[in-house]
């Protein structure tokens, strides 16, 4: 069983930068597909940016493309999502996802229902 752990919450100001972390177990072809999804409350989980580990290939959502960047370090098994001029509708839980897809990994299509393993949520509040 792959297990996820995010870190990084906090409370910030308008304007300001954070990195989310999100720790596996394991780097391996259950986890070729890296997430980070954000749900606010009353609703639904959103995906904001995936990472396929194999070919390096990223999405990002609209709302948050040229704000936040995914990463990895493989030899700490971390992904992160570093947040840039946040603002107050950026307030949610983030959650990291994983799975094992290749084909479509970055193509923004992938559902909640297609990410197998997922990370209790790490909270982001944003006050403006």
């Known amino acids: 069983q792959v297990q996820l752990v995010e870190s990084g919450v906090g409370s910030v100001q308008e304007g300001d930068s954070l990195r989310l972390s999100c720790k596996a177990s394991e780097f391996s072809r259950r986890t070729t597909c890296l997430g980070w999804f954000r749900q606010a409350p009353g609703m639904k989980r959103e995906l904001v940016s995936t990472f396929w580990r194999r070919g390096g290939a990223k999405y990002y959502s609209d709302p948050v493309k040229g704000r936040f960047a995914i990463s990895q370090d493989h030899g700490k098994r971390r992904l992160f999502l570093q947040m840039k001029s946040l603002k107050p509708e950026d307030t949610a839980m983030y959650y990291c996802?994983?799975?094992?897809?290749?084909?479509?990994?970055?193509?923004?299509?992938?559902?909640?229902?297609?990410?197998?393993?997922w990370g209790p949520g790490a909270q982001v509040t944003v006050s403006g």
């Open positions: 996802g994983a799975n094992d897809r290749s084909d479509s990994c970055d193509s923004g299509r992938l559902t909640i229902a297609e990410f197998f393993y």
